[in-house]
């Protein structure tokens, strides 16, 4: 039997999987990621500043223009759409198996797919609000700025609900991330190389014998997976779905 074959037959026998994933499962949306060898970290960005720096608390709140101005040509892809990886999650889902979707992305891809049960550990790109009265936004309003997008309402600075370096992640998200990792019968990590903490650290709170773990390169829970994929995630998965 196949390493797919392993997987599918997994799927399979299991009505409560969970799947964890970072940037990785959407370079194939062609969004890079941070720290691969094209990712954003590697690139020249055009600013004075690292992206670290520009992407952090306190440079947003002192720098809004710089900001902006990284954060929209860097951040936001507004023609990306659901790649395989995605759009086989969301046809588990919708079979019933997949309980819940834990994202590291900030781009909406996993809902466009058509999963409904996402828990977006950094936020999204596409809900912003005005810092001052609250109003909420679209996309639109960050894409469609050229400078400091501003609220139409109040006149306000928008900020996006994206969680900044220097910022905690949402209590409630991480609550109802932990729980379902903690009830999950099989628990999928792709697109990840679990460095990032916070996030990285919920996978501890598996307990399962079914860690399947989806990634280029290796990563330091590799050793507890039943199953390891170093091929494209979207590959993996439309493959191991396609058997059920």
Request: net charge negative.
């Amino acid at each position: 039997m196949t390493s797919i074959e392993q997987l599918a037959a997994m799927l399979r026998a299991s009505d409560n999987i969970v799947f964890f994933g970072g940037a990785g499962v959407s370079t194939e949306s062609n969004i890079p990621d941070f720290r691969s060898e094209n990712g954003l970290y590697e690139t020249e960005s055009g600013h004075q500043y690292p992206p670290e720096t520009i992407l952090s608390h306190d440079f947003f709140m002192s720098h809004p223009k710089a900001f902006y101005d990284f954060y929209r040509k860097k951040m936001i892809y507004p023609d990306a759409a659901p790649n395989k990886a995605h759009l086989a999650l969301a046809r588990l889902e919708e079979m019933g198996k997949l309980k819940a979707v834990i994202t590291q992305n900030i781009d909406g891809l996993h809902q466009m797919a058509g999963s409904k049960n996402v828990f977006e550990l950094h936020g999204s790109i596409h809900k912003n609000y005005c810092m001052q009265c609250g109003k909420t936004f679209d996309l639109d309003a960050v894409v469609h700025s050229t400078d400091i997008p501003i609220c139409t309402h109040c006149g306000g600075r928008l900020r996006p609900n994206v969680v900044l370096y220097g910022e905690g992640l949402d209590h409630d998200v991480i609550e109802g991330a932990v729980k379902a990792i903690q009830r999950a019968d099989v628990l999928i990590i792709g697109g990840t190389s679990l460095v990032v903490y916070p996030a990285a650290g919920l996978v501890e709170y598996y307990t399962g014998s079914k860690l399947v773990l989806i990634n280029r390169t290796r990563t330091h829970q590799d050793g507890r997976a039943a199953l390891s994929f170093t091929e494209p995630i979207g590959e993996v998965l439309g493959q191991a779905i396609d058997m059920l």
